[in-house]
């Protein structure tokens, strides 16, 4: 179970190792994106809170990146925040998911970004519920529920 320290040194010493690869031009993104998804995808935007549906629904279901379908989160790690943005306490692999130190907004905060193809998934937080004590915090736009 991966806890906030773990977090602090993935994004100081090194990601985990990708299970893949996907990399794409910034062109060949935007065409095959719909326009918002771009923006939050691959320009690290964020979707307005509470914009989304899934943040209330908890039912059995697996979470992809829109991007290139890696498996990022399971139902079974999502809790209700409260933020208005899905959360979660894990990834659904270690490898699934890469942090940088994000200075933007006057904040120091964790970005998380799919470890296969860098795309732009939200923040992480050691503000969430026991064990792990995380919080994942992730554009809905994001992900594809299966
Ligand atoms: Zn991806």
Redesign the pocket.
Known sequence: MLKWLDILNFARNGNPIAPRR?EKTDEQWQAELDPETYMITRKKGTERPFSSQSCQLFEPGKYY?V??Q?LLFDADEKFDSGSGWPSFTQPASIEAVAYHGDKSLGMTRIEIT?N??D?HLGHVFPDGPEPSGLRYCVNATSMEKK
Request: net charge neutral; aromatic share 0%; proline share 0%.
């Open positions: 996907v990146c991007c290139c890696t799919c296969v193809c795309s």
